[in-house]
């Protein structure tokens, strides 16, 4: 069964450091999504990707944040300047009609 | 502003035992909801979803929910639990607009089945 991968499972970065996540989503999928879940929080909604542009972002999603699919396989996120407060994990997830989403096993950020 | 309620961060039940979690909602406008079940260190797998229809929907590995729309809820269930079902359990739920829309979720119900 396709399943939506992330690499790096685990990322440790310096504050202020740009770190890109990467995923893969399901091939056959057209929409792309990031979530972040603090530990011991709620998963909470980042960004959606629609016809190689955002098509909804949350608050959280500020000008530090930018996602690209630079391929036809790949859906990055990027952070510009890490802060304490991007310690998460961060899943992809991606879906092919606008029903359910499929996750990946996640990339856990830590920022020292 | 839609949102996701699971007021019980723990739920216990005996294996064998008819296992319930819930969830209510708050949206304007007709929801989709969905359970989605996290084991640990592991991504979040999709178990069912409501979209219109049936309210009674059934999902992966003997799970079931029942949509309510007057009660605005939509409790998880199982009729016989097992230990494996023991994870992380969250209902989330997203209004139909764009397309693209993020799923909102509640904080998560820890299920334990105990043998």
């Known amino acids: 069964e396709p399943e939506v991968t992330q690499t790096p499972s685990h990322q440790v970065t310096q504050m202020g450091q740009e770190v890109i996540l990467r995923c893969v989503p399901i091939s056959n999928h057209l929409y792309f999504y990031w979530y972040r879940q603090i530990l011991g929080q709620k998963v909470e909604f980042l960004v959606s990707?629609?016809?190689?542009?955002?098509?909804?972002k949350s608050e959280i999603f500020d000008d530090q944040f930018s996602v690209e699919r630079p391929d036809g396989s790949n859906f990055t996120l990027k952070i510009r300047s890490t802060k304490l407060e991007d310690s998460a994990m961060y899943f992809c997830?991606?879906?092919?009609?606008?029903?359910?989403?499929?996750f990946g096993p996640g990339t856990r950020l830590t920022v020292t | 502003a839609q949102s996701v309620a699971q007021p019980e961060d723990q739920v216990n039940v005996a294996e064998g035992n008819p296992l319930t979690v819930k969830c209510t909602y708050s949206?304007?406008?007709?929801?989709?909801l969905f359970w989605y079940v996290q084991y640990p260190n592991r991504g979040l797998q999709f178990l069912l979803k409501?979209?219109?229809?049936?309210?009674l929907v059934k999902g992966s590995y003997g799970f079931e929910a029942e949509f309510n729309k007057s009660q605005t809820s939509f409790h998880l269930k199982k009729p016989s639990a097992l230990v494996s079902d023991s994870a992380l359990y969250f209902c989330a739920v997203r209004v139909p607009g764009g397309g693209a829309d993020g799923l909102t979720f509640g904080k998560g119900t820890h299920l334990i089945i105990q043998p």
């Open positions: 949206v304007s406008g007709n929801p989709y």
């Open positions: 409501y979209i219109t229809g049936d309210n």
């Open positions: 990707f629609y016809n190689n542009e955002i098509s909804e």
């Open positions: 997830a991606s879906s092919r009609q606008a029903y359910e989403q499929y």
